[in-house]
């Protein structure tokens, strides 16, 4: 059990680190760009990371459940080169989408945001891609703390790039949104060249992209219905709203991500577990990380709803005012984001693709109906309210599914010799 808290604490320092430099481009971009700008940045990474949520096809998901019934690495190579072709692929169509998107509705689509601004941004689409499943692939061979180095990396790169191209050149959104780009593109660059050194290198194999593409579908409406739950948000209110307005939820958002850190990093240890040893005898470790992450999130509530204004006046400047009750509203949702993201590698390693799809796109519909129909009509604080409400509802399923893996954990444990 040390061993694992060492990699908590080591996966956590790097997302940490992670979370220190994407607060220094918030600033950067906040001060510069004012809530405007910051409006016009958020919206364009939030449909860019659209396409990439639909475009990635839980292919990630499909390798964790693989590694987590194969004790050899024999199969990663041919793997990575198969997710890499598919990729290629589903980048190319998902740009020309876009593209025809764009000029067949005059810009509607995006609701006018500028053609330039949506072509840097839709750069980072395949490396954006690749990101989880690059991640899953390293957890496979065990190489987690390679892939922290990976992501130390890319979040230098990346505020590197917004300090200079931004505060210094004065290049406004176009600037910012290379942050991104650097922090994806070279965490790419790092996960393969480390796949290539540690699995060699394979041809893509129709039959592995056949298995890969059955099983990450099955679960691939999950992942479109988590963006939905807590994504969707900024397209919503940038739709019916200002750009500062949308500018306030996605930073409210962002502080609200930015707390579960310690859960993420928690859960990316709990995969690599998992991933080696399987869901059952992974469970009692996991059990202990959940329910003493659960516990430390809970107390930092309060906290955090104190600190709130102070927090945000310090990160973005007083013009961001307006985000505080949006953030704090938005606090109610932690316990039900905490165990949901501590839960999903039990989901995922099960092999409850179906029914973790279907309960995650029920949340998501409902998410986005109930801000498509309260946003217009009670403003931005009802995307905050929403958030909360299918959080708590997503608490009450998980919930019930920590009982089942515990009874089932139990009853394999007992009938080992």
Avoid at 5 to 23: E, N, P, R
Avoid at 226 to 235: D, E, K, Q
Wanted: contains cysteine; positive net charge; proline residues 4%.
């Amino acid at each position: 059990m040390r061993e694992t808290w060492f990699d908590i604490a080591a996966t956590t320092a790097a997302k940490v680190y992670w979370l220190a430099a994407g607060l220094v481009i918030t600033f950067v971009t906040a001060r510069v760009l004012g809530p405007d700008g910051r409006g016009v940045f958020a919206a364009a990474t939030a449909w860019v990371t659209l396409f990439s949520t639909i475009g990635y096809l839980s292919l990630p998901q499909a390798v964790i459940h693989r590694a987590a019934t194969q004790r050899s690495t024999s199969w990663v190579a041919e793997t990575a080169g198969t997710l890499v072709t598919i990729y290629s692929i589903v980048t190319l169509a998902g740009g020309g989408v876009a593209a025809v998107l764009y000029r067949a509705s005059g810009g509607d689509a995006f609701d006018h945001l500028p053609g330039r601004v949506l072509v840097v941004a839709f750069l980072t689409m395949p490396f954006m891609l690749w990101f989880e499943t690059g991640n899953a692939l390293l957890l496979s061979i065990g190489a987690l703390r390679l892939s922290n180095v990976a992501q130390l990396a890319g979040a230098t790169l990346s505020m590197i790039a917004v300090l200079v191209c931004v505060g210094a050149l004065g290049w406004g959104v176009m600037g910012a949104l290379l942050a991104p780009l650097a922090y994806y593109g070279l965490y790419a660059v790092v996960t393969v060249g480390v796949l290539l050194s540690r699995a060699g290198i394979a041809r893509p194999a129709m039959a592995t992209a056949r298995w890969f593409l059955a099983s990450g579908l099955k679960l691939h409406l999950n992942a479109v219905g988590a963006y939905l739950v807590s994504g969707a948000h900024v397209l919503i209110v940038n739709a019916f709203r200002t750009p500062a307005d949308t500018a306030y939820i996605q930073l409210a958002l962002q502080l609200l991500t930015a707390m579960q850190i310690l859960p993420m990093a928690a859960a990316t240890v709990a995969s690599s577990i998992i991933a080696r040893e399987g869901s059952d005898r992974a469970w009692r470790r996991h059990r202990t990380l959940l329910v003493t992450l659960l516990s430390i999130m809970i107390v930092a509530i309060p906290i955090v709803y104190t600190l709130a204004p102070w927090l945000i006046r310090l990160i973005a400047g007083p013009e961001f005012g307006p985000a505080v009750p949006l953030f704090r509203v938005a606090l109610c949702a932690v316990p039900g984001m905490t165990v949901s993201v501590l839960m999903a590698p039990q989901w995922i390693a099960r092999g409850y693709f179906l029914t973790t799809a279907a309960i995650t796109t029920a949340l998501g519909l409902a998410s986005v109906a109930g801000s498509w129909i309260w946003v217009p009509r009670h403003g931005t604080i009802a995307a905050a309210w929403v958030v909360v409400g299918v959080y708590w509802t997503s608490l009450a399923v998980n919930t019930g599914f920590f009982f089942f893996v515990n009874l089932a954990a139990r009853r394999s444990s007992s009938m080992e010799p």
